[in-house]
């Protein structure tokens, strides 16, 4: 490795991966030994943000007036650790929360992030790193290191209180062999030989083994990280007994998950995997999770229900570390060659309209995802093989459109374009697996709902075109053919929220054979998002929903959605294939026309009638014959 110096050594200065390596990664898999060297990769450049973020803030905060703390020291101190162990430093300098800290600290120092924390703390933060390497590596020290909210956290060890009444203040921490002493002004922590027990005012680091033998991979359970959060310092959030036991279970089960079905994936997650910071459960059947590029190995995760969702949610999370490690060697995607707005995509699995970066980071993880559900429904029992037939569906299909949507898209990069086209063959070889009947119909109109939804929120038809139908329609002509091919633009709407009901309803139902999901207070209540309509198509209670969204659509202020929904409605009337089969594919202009007509005519026109109108198939009302 390269000193804290930068003296190189004898390894290349160039990090390149193996071809075999690659072809794995292009796939969207990769093995074990394909993460080390991306590892080795992220070591380098970790090294490099450090020292030039030491270069560039050293001058800024040590030995000035209103720094309480030496950055100076707390090099040299790091310096001395890695003289005696340089495996700790390696450590401390690997973890996520660090990777965050050093991008945080770099953005804050160029002005591109603003921060409230005062500039000294948010680099006397290499104290603490130092300190904890010091610590770790049980040499003599004493060093000054900040306090937030009377918080003194150590990463990889564990964080001590100090009760003050202060926002940021300093602590002293001294330690040698056998003990580690934090003392601030509110009080002393005094921290024995095993820094791994409780003590008062002490929390040490908690962590989860995941698997066995020689197998075996220990995580850390991040509780205290300031930087664990990816976007900037956060007090720490201690688990409580019960959801820490939680948590080891659920770790548990997916990782045997993952073992039988993915050995693959779990040899690279073992290697990769640093730390899982536990976020609150959630919603069923819509968990929440993060990563960063900044944090090679660090997951921000809620508890999920079933241990197949953790598990689907490590593959999503760990590809797109994957690919994140992958973009800081080489580019994907060439940046715009004008200030113009770049181009924003529909990607299925998202609210708001999405960059090219962003759509390739969707595609790389959910083609994990996918991968895994086809594997695990095959060994999925009980109610819990619909829902796994039920998501290699959906996701098979959501990835094989994103992918349709950029795979050519003129600013990807040779790399980018190699990468989707592989992901594109392997997507392609799994269009044909057998589905059951039913968990591919949910799964399709799941997916139909949130392509309507999107674009009702998200386009804007041109108002010339608009115009252009709203004068037909009122001569009482037929629907102009131009509104079939022009063009649309993409507007972000930030109200577009849970557009992904349709799909979580589904799973309500697919998990309760018995059908108490019926129950709209059982299942649709504590699904976001979910109004009565929603309900009544999810139970496909069709006649009832068309008889619902009539009344808005003709009488109400509708929210926006409702084209969507009524295309859904229309599905199972014959004589209204043509209405819904446009309001599927584009609702944005019914709502367009349907608004003009009524902001600027007062008109009211019946819902489906315009639908079929604007879909080439029917007359407006009171034309002759």
Known sequence: MRSMSGTPDDRSAWHSISANGLDGLLQGSGDGALVDELIGAEHSRRLLLLRALYDRSVGLSSGSDDSPLSLSDAWELLERVQAKAPEVVEDVLMAPGTGTWLSCSLRILRKTLDSEIP?????????????????????????????????????????????????????????????????????????????????????????????????????????????????????????????????????????????????????????????????????????????????????????????????????????????????????????????EQP?????????????????????????????????????????????????????????????????????????????????????????????PAVELRLAREAAASHRARWREHHLRPSPEVVDEAVRAWRRRDDCPPSLHTAPVAVAPDGEAHFLDTAAVLARHRLAAPDGSWRDPAGAGEGVRGADRVDILLAREDRADARRELADRLLYGDPPVGSWAALGRALADSPEQQPACRFLLRSPEWARAVRGTLRAEYGERPDPVVLATWLAGAGRPPGTPG
């Open 119 to 339: 500039l000294w703390a948010t680099l006397g933060h290499l104290a603490s790193l130092a300190s904890a390497s010091a610590a770790a590596a049980r040499i003599e020290f004493t060093s000054t290191v900040p306090v937030n909210q009377g918080t003194v956290s150590l990463p990889g060890l564990g964080y001590a209180v100090l009760p003050t009444d202060e926002d940021w203040t300093t602590a002293r921490v001294t330690g040698d062999q056998r003990r580690l002493r934090i003392t601030g002004s509110g009080g002393e922590v005094v921290v024995g030989p095993d820094r791994a027990r409780r003590a008062p005012g002490w929390q040490p680091t908690r962590r989860v083994t995941l698997g066995r033998g020689t197998a075996a991979r220990s995580v850390t359970l991040e509780e205290h990280d300031p930087y664990r959060g990816f976007s900037g310092a956060s007090a720490p959030r201690a688990l409580s007994e019960s959801e820490a036991r939680a948590w080891r279970s659920s770790l548990a089960e997916a990782w045997d998950i993952l073992q039988r079905d993915e050995p693959t994936f779990v040899d690279a997650l073992r290697r990769g995997l640093m730390s899982i910071t536990p976020l609150p459960r959630g919603e069923r059947f819509r968990p929440y999770s993060s990563s960063s590029a900044e944090a090679f190995g660090g997951l921000n995760i809620s508890l999920s229900d079933e241990g197949a969702e953790l598990a689907a949610t490590l593959v999503h999370e760990f590809q797109h570390v994957k690919l994140g490690a992958l973009t800081h060697l080489a580019p994907l995607v060439r940046q715009p060659e004008t200030e």
């Open 343 to 435: 181009d924003l995509f529909r990607a299925p699995w998202r609210d708001d309209p999405r960059p090219l970066e962003g759509m390739l980071h969707g595609i790389y993880a959910f083609l994990g995802v996918t991968r895994f559900w086809r594997v695990h429904r095959r060994a999925a029992e009980g109610a819990r093989a619909p829902l796994a037939h039920f998501e290699f569906a959906l996701w098979r299909d959501a990835v094989w459109s994103a992918l349709d949507a950029v795979r050519r898209h003129e600013r990807l990069t040779p790399l980018g374009r190699r990468l989707l086209d592989s992901l594109a063959q392997s997507c392609a070889g799994w269009l044909s697996d057998d589905v």
